[in-house]
């Protein structure tokens, strides 16, 4: 599993250009991936509760919680303070209303939150970056109350039939995109391979009831290029 010291670096890099690349590369997608779990989140937790989304980046997520849910509170948390203040900025622009939403330094081995605190967690593209994935999902799992669900949105193994060309386009051809997008071309060729390391949907899934989750299950997207996992409490 990778450092976290390490992948916090490699974010704070690209920070500016995260979400250009992340449309671009995904051809868009990716928007559509989000809708998926903030529609999920919403169906499951109160009206009015408190969601954290973890490894919030730019908070593109926790601002759409925040619209989706207006009345729910919405904590955003992240270990790369440069991606934390792309995020601030949004909110300084009018993107979140700062009464239902916050951001601040959280660290997912470690999350600055009480036990059974808050009714949901989402996670986006972070459980993959996790230094210790058990440690991760434990944490994960402490801070929920009782009958609470994670939602994780994550990259996982594509169908068999797919697999050829979509890892073709993750070794050879979005590198090199990422590196017009970004400038950096490192991140993301780190992105291939911890993409292609990633537990499948059945892998993960199994992780999480190891953590002690009931009730998991996940939803493949795209030819399963990505997957949202939801884990109850």
């Not at 991936?33 to 903030?38: E, F, I, M, P, T």
């Not at 009015?48 to 849910?69: E, H, K, Y």
């Not at 700062?98 to 036990?115: Q, R, T, V, W």
């Amino acid at each position: 599993m990778p450092s976290g010291s390490a992948v916090s670096t490699m974010f704070a890099k690209i920070a500016k250009r995260y979400d250009l690349a992340n449309h671009l590369l995904s051809g868009g997608m990716d928007r559509r991936w989000a809708r998926g779990l903030v529609k999920k989140t919403g169906r499951a937790m109160p009206a009015n509760g408190v969601v954290a989304d973890l490894a919030t980046g730019s908070g593109d997520i926790a601002f759409s919680l925040a619209r989706a849910m207006p009345a729910a509170t919405v904590r955003g948390f992240d270990f790369c303070r440069p991606m934390l203040d792309e995020a601030e900025k949004k909110m300084a622009a009018g993107a979140g209303n700062a009464e239902k939403i916050s951001f601040a330094f959280g660290d997912c081995m470690n999350l600055p939150l009480p036990d059974e605190s808050v009714d949901a967690v989402t996670i986006a593209y972070g459980v993959r970056n996790f230094e210790d994935r058990a440690r991760g999902l434990g944490e994960i799992r402490r801070v929920l109350k009782p009958g609470g669900s994670a939602f994780i949105l994550e990259f996982t193994q594509p169908w068999f039939w797919f697999r050829p060309f979509y890892y073709f386009y993750l070794k050879f051809i979005l590198p090199h995109l990422a590196r017009i997008a970004t400038g950096n071309k490192d991140a993301y060729d780190y992105l291939a391979g911890s993409i292609e390391k990633f537990p499948s949907k059945k892998e993960l899934t199994a992780e999480l009831r190891v953590a002690g989750f009931s009730e998991t299950h996940a939803t493949g997207m795209t030819f399963s290029i990505v997957a949202i996992h939801v884990a109850k409490k």
